[in-house]
């Protein structure tokens, strides 16, 4: 159509016979036209969950196309908190290990008295041998420990005061002002945990946490898994869809932004962090795991990048790379970089198990390290590292 409309143009402006017509130009209408199409053709782009490793800022530095080209794929998203987690805990709060409570027989003089809750779940006071204390509300306990002092006393009635919860606790660490184990005497969401432990550590430079907290790599852990909160949208955003109600046990982490390192995780001798060196390769990030395990899979080495809660990944062939038959690929500060090992596994599953993998590590690492803040202890977390 394009050829058809400009040879009728150049059939008619270009007869010499037609005085005072203006030369031959492109029409303007179909030059719009050819151009919007041009346009929204390049615009065209692919899922925006996935990125090209060998991509680079300088196009004099693009790699050369190779035969073997990455597998790209759908994005890892771990979704939004369910509604249970932003509801608050039923019932009360449950005594355990080492709370410590003030016990007292109303109208007894010199019954009054601070006791704890002993390793094996009991208390002891007054006459009674012990009481089953694990477990129980407060309310619970005061009606078990008038029961049995109705053996020596003619209608007891106690009071029961917790004094401090400490069986009840979680851990908040990284790039806050008190980072420590908490407990949790009442309903407590994520930005409450936030606030008691000091709020984000604030430079005194600039007195921003713009370049301190890595908020995109911030989690939270229950029971060996991440729960799906995005530190970012929840803290600079506002959005309380990801201030979820606190559990006992659970694992708060910020990192600091300042930290340059790659995690080599998975099928490979020493999983670990390494780190980050300018121009830092993918062959040169493998070879600092110090080896593969024989079930490695190099041929599906996934490079994850971005939010942990919508991390962007590719899919690349190691082998072809070490073998000389693709370009290497340049690595970015904070990618995880990880070797799955055999066994048919989808997209998918290849990043959400790096995730979970570099979860693990790094909440088994910081809470063995934790101890040096004056709230803070060594800190026993239920994960595991899990290679292939």
């Known amino acids: 159509m394009v050829r058809n409309a400009i040879r009728q143009n150049h059939h008619r402006d270009t007869s010499p016979a037609e005085a005072g017509e203006r030369p031959w130009t492109f029409p303007r209408a179909l030059l719009i036209s050819l151009l919007c199409s041009l346009i929204a053709s390049s615009c065209k782009?692919?899922?925006?969950?996935?990125?090209?490793?060998?991509?680079?800022?300088?196009?004099?530095?693009?790699a050369t196309p190779t035969p073997v080209e990455p597998d790209f794929g759908e994005s890892a998203s771990r979704g939004k908190p369910t509604p249970t987690m932003l509801q608050p805990p039923?019932?009360?709060?449950?005594?355990?290990?080492?709370?410590?409570?003030?016990?007292?027989?109303?109208?007894?003089?010199?019954?009054?008295?601070?006791?704890?809750?002993?390793?094996?779940?009991?208390?002891y006071y007054d006459l009674l041998d012990g009481v089953e204390a694990e477990g129980k509300s407060t309310r619970e306990l005061k009606a078990e420990l008038e029961s049995g002092l109705t053996r020596f006393y003619r209608n007891p009635q106690v009071s029961v005061t917790l004094v401090e919860a400490t069986s009840q606790q979680f851990t908040i660490l990284g790039r806050v002002n008190s980072p420590g184990n908490y407990p949790i005497n009442a309903p407590m969401q994520v930005l409450d945990a936030l606030s008691l432990s000091g709020?984000?550590?604030?430079?005194?430079?600039?007195?921003?946490?713009?370049?301190?907290?890595?908020?995109?790599?911030?989690?939270?852990v229950r029971d060996g898994k991440m729960l799906p909160i995005d530190f970012e949208a929840l803290i600079r955003k506002g959005d309380l869809s990801y201030n979820v109600y606190l559990r006992p046990d659970d694992f708060i982490y910020l990192p600091s932004a300042l930290t340059n390192e790659v995690y080599v995780l998975g099928a490979v001798t020493e999983p670990r962090p390494v780190g980050f060196m300018n121009e830092m390769t993918?062959?040169?990030?493998?070879?600092?795991?110090?080896?593969?395990?024989?079930?490695?899979?190099?041929?599906?080495?996934?490079?994850?990048?971005?939010s942990l809660t919508d991390p962007k990944i590719a899919i690349v062939d190691a082998s072809a790379i070490m073998n000389g038959n693709a370009t290497n690929i340049r690595l970015d500060p904070g990618d995880i970089v990880y070797v799955p090992g055999d066994g048919s596994i989808s997209f998918k599953e290849i990043g959400r198990e790096a995730v979970d993998t570099f979860v693990r590590v790094v909440a088994a690492n910081e809470g063995g390290n934790a101890g040096a803040g004056s709230n803070a202890a060594p800190v026993g977390l239920n994960v595991s590292l899990g290679t292939e």
């Open 45 to 62: 782009t692919g899922h925006q969950n996935t990125f090209h490793p060998r991509e680079s800022k300088n196009p004099s530095q693009v």
């Open 282 to 306: 993918l062959t040169a990030a493998l070879g600092r795991g110090l080896g593969f395990l024989r079930t490695a899979r190099l041929d599906r080495v996934a490079i994850v990048r971005g």
């Open 199 to 220: 709020g984000l550590f604030t430079s005194r430079f600039t007195g921003t946490t713009e370049e301190l907290a890595d908020l995109q790599h911030s989690f939270l």
């Open 90 to 123: 039923d019932g009360d709060y449950r005594l355990g290990p080492e709370d410590q409570l003030e016990l007292e027989i109303i109208g007894e003089p010199d019954t009054r008295e601070e006791t704890f809750v002993t390793p094996d779940g009991r208390i």
